[in-house]
Every structure is written in structure tokens, then in C-alpha cells.
């Protein structure tokens, strides 16, 4: 009997440390965004201190990650360019920020410039239900936020996506589901006389535009192809 017991208790104390999920700092913790993505499990939240992070950030194969500014902000409206840019500008990162073949990954709170964000998704392994939320990304020296290959369930709420040197957000290849509200995507195509705010491409379905100011893209605010 006294045997039984132990193993009972070694396998409840085994369930109990399964989904458990935890706060990985930069760079309190890690000295690099990279690292702490590297080191991160499934439910971890990756909250990034103030600063400019001269480095790239590549996000690949993974699954119910968030990643955001260690920022404190109010918004006061629902409306497009709320007023928080100020303090979302606390946390930069200066290289390429890429989201490749992950799903359940939620960005928030920080600044992305001049290298803009690249999410590709593939057959096997499609982009699913990625979520910005106050996230700018501007002066990016060629389009701000680039969707390509595979992806759907895509939400990018509330955030700042201007005076890019392409387009501000390129929905290319085979896209499903996809919601842009409340977002401010200005003054794009600096760098690129055809340059839009939102290019939606023939093959991508489901796209959901809504409250969103789109002033100064030079070719067209919205435009397929």
C-alpha cells in the first residue's frame, strides 16, 4: 500500500507542473527578445522593458506565444490613431521582426522600424490566428506588415502603420480571414509612387476593413491586386 501511495502522488504533482505558463523578461531575464523567443513554451508571455533593440526577431514554429511592451497606456477611444504612440515609441526594435509557420501568437505594445514585419506561412504549417494589437510599425524601408504564402485568422487592431516605403499592409498570395479595424495606415509609399495603404491580393477571401483612418497613400487607400 505504501508503494501505491507514492506513485499517486508523483503522478498528481507531474500533472499539476503540465500548462503552467510563465513571464520571460528582457532583458531582466534575457539579454535578447531573440533568446527569450527561443526559450519560450507554449502560454509564455515575453514582456520587453523600454528600450531600442538593435537586433532581429524571428518567431518560427511556435504556438500560444505573446510578445509585448512592459508599457502602461489608457485608450481613451475605439477609434483609429489613438493616442498612445508616444509611449508604444519606448520600445523599438530596429531589425526585421518575422512570424513564420506559428500559430495562437498575439504582438502588443511596442514599435517596429525601419525593417517592418514578415509573416509567411506554408502548406504544412500555415500562419493561424496572429493578433496585433498597438503595435506601430512605420518608416520601414519597404512595405510595413507583409503577409505571404499560407495564413488565416489574422486580427490587427488599433495600430500604427504609416509612412512605410511600399504599401502599409500587403495581403499577398492565400490569405483567409483577415480583420484590420481601428488602425491608422497613413502617408505609406513614401519610396514607391504605387505604394497603398492596404493591397488585398486576388487569391486572399474573408478580409474585414473597418474604422480604420487610411490618409496620404499615394497610389490608393485600398486596392486588389
Request: hydrophobic share 40%.
Amino acid at each position: 500500500m505504501r508503494y501505491f501511495a507514492s506513485l499517486v502522488l508523483v503522478c498528481l504533482a507531474t500533472t499539476a507542473v503540465v500548462g503552467v505558463s510563465a513571464t520571460l523578461r528582457v532583458p531582466a531575464d534575457y539579454d535578447t527578445i531573440q533568446a527569450a523567443v527561443d526559450a519560450a513554451a507554449p502560454g509564455d508571455t515575453i514582456l520587453i522593458a523600454p528600450g531600442v533593440y538593435d537586433e532581429a526577431v524571428m518567431i518560427q514554429g511556435k504556438a500560444d506565444l505573446t510578445i509585448k511592451g512592459d508599457l502602461t497606456f489608457t485608450v481613451k477611444t475605439k477609434e483609429c490613431c489613438p493616442d498612445i504612440w508616444d509611449e508604444v515609441g519606448k520600445v523599438v526594435i530596429k531589425g526585421p521582426f518575422r512570424i513564420l509557420n506559428s500559430r495562437n501568437i498575439t504582438v502588443e505594445a511596442l514599435t517596429v522600424s525601419p525593417h517592418g514585419v514578415y509573416v509567411r506561412g506554408s502548406t504544412a504549417s500555415p500562419v493561424e490566428k496572429v493578433t496585433f494589437r498597438y503595435v506601430q510599425i512605420i518608416v520601414s524601408y519597404k512595405d510595413g506588415l507583409n503577409f505571404v504564402g499560407i495564413y488565416k485568422d489574422i486580427q490587427i487592431l488599433g495600430c500604427n502603420i504609416s509612412e512605410n516605403g511600399w504599401d502599409g499592409i500587403d495581403l499577398a498570395d492565400w490569405g483567409n480571414g483577415v480583420l484590420i479595424e481601428n488602425c491608422c495606415i497613413n502617408k505609406n509609399g513614401r519610396t514607391r509612387p504605387t505604394g497603398v495603404g492596404i493591397r488585398i491580393g486576388p487569391h486572399v477571401k474573408n478580409v474585414v476593413i473597418r474604422k480604420n483612418c487610411l490618409v496620404g497613400n499615394p497610389f490608393a487607400a485600398i486596392h486588389p491586386g
